[in-house]
């Protein structure tokens, strides 16, 4: 077993780390506060060559492995998870899904502006009456023959006031349930779209989530991806993928909020000592260590399974429940740490542990992760 990094990957990390510090840290206080889309810096991450890093160079990616994309997610995450989430859906839920299902024609059209980064997209899976019970879609695809009628509301759509291609799924056929859903490429400038307003939420606030809605809207056949019927199996294979990028931010927001807290304890002193002195102090630090590094291991290994070919979903699950699990544990203590300076924005510890919580709720909450995990080893 070889832990050791290439001479690549570790260039991908310190390229992510020199970014996330140099042009993410400036401000990402007051995006927060004004729930500011981090545009520019998403662009930059594109020509960095960040959004697309696992797609193919033919269609506009970085042609890098899984294992570059959890260092490059866990460094853009210690700072700004808002931005992260933005290259999370781009990379693992959109291009991934794009390049594994879509045909020719719909990489060369879709694929390679999305994974060059000089667009971003968006996934449209949640409802309102939809959420953890994907199968229950109340959003139509009537086949009309050369085209579909899509009609329908989704929810909480990353992504959803600045994307440009939503990967959308529908119910074609109720009678055949799961089997009958498909899903499709939808572009926003088509006669139908509608963005709802955006979400005020509790972290993540820099990126932008909104309600879709889709009324008469004509989708060309051709848009469909895969055959008739594959929409929910789509779904889930991508989701399967994108744990791993949820995870890593997860992995992220824990080890940004213990090094914030590590380097703290190392200046404020009570007592006539730094506090990193007193034991409980260091207990709290070892408790995140230790965690945080038992949260990478798993996020390297569906990486290197995902690499190697072999079945991930299992890891990924098992890496997305421990890794978000750890952010809000690590975040919350890590605020502890810094006292009364932790509860306000300029030590950047109370964002962190905003922003872990949503890593515990989107792409399947730890309830629906131990779910997949106790199916599988009961099997
Ligand atoms: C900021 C944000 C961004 C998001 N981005 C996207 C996006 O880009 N695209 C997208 O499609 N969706 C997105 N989502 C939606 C997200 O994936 C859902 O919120 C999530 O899957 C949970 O669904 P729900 O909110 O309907 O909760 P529900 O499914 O109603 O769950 C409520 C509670 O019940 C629990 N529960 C449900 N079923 C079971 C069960 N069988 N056993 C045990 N417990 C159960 C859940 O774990 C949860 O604790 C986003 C959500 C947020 C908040």
Known sequence: MNFELTEEQIAVRD????????????????????QEFP?????????????????????????MDAVSYVLAMEEISKIDASCSVVMSVNNSLVCWGLETFANEEQKMKYLVPLASG???GAFCL???????????????AEDKGDYYLLNGTKNWITNGNTADTF???????????HRGINAFIVEKSWEGFQVGPKEDKLGIRGSDTHSIMFQDMKVPKENRIGEDGFGFKFAMKTLGGGRIGIASQALGIASGAYELALAYSKERKAFGTEIMNHQAIQFKLADMATEIEAARLLCMKAAWQKDNGESYELTSSMAKLFASETAMR???????VH???GYVKEYHV????????????????SEIQRIVISRSVLK
């Open 330 to 336: 690590t975040t919350v203590e890590a605020v502890q």
């Open 118 to 120: 000089k667009v971003h």
């Open 39 to 63: 545009m520019k810096q998403i662009r930059a991450l594109g020509e960095l060559g960040f959004m697309g890093m696992m797609v193919d160079p033919k269609y506009g990616g970085s042609g």
């Open 350 to 365: 109370e964002r962190l542990m905003r922003d872990a919580k949503i890593t515990q709720i989107y792409e399947g909450t």
């Open 15 to 34: 390229a992510a780390r020199d970014f996330a510090k140099t042009e993410l840290l400036p401000g990402v206080i007051e995006r927060d506060t004004k």
């Open 167 to 177: 990967l959308v799924i529908a119910q074609t056929d109720v009678e055949k349930g």
């Open 126 to 140: 949640s409802e309102p009456e939809a959420g953890s019970d994907a199968t229950s879609q109340r959003t139509t």
């Open 339 to 341: 006292g009364g300076y």
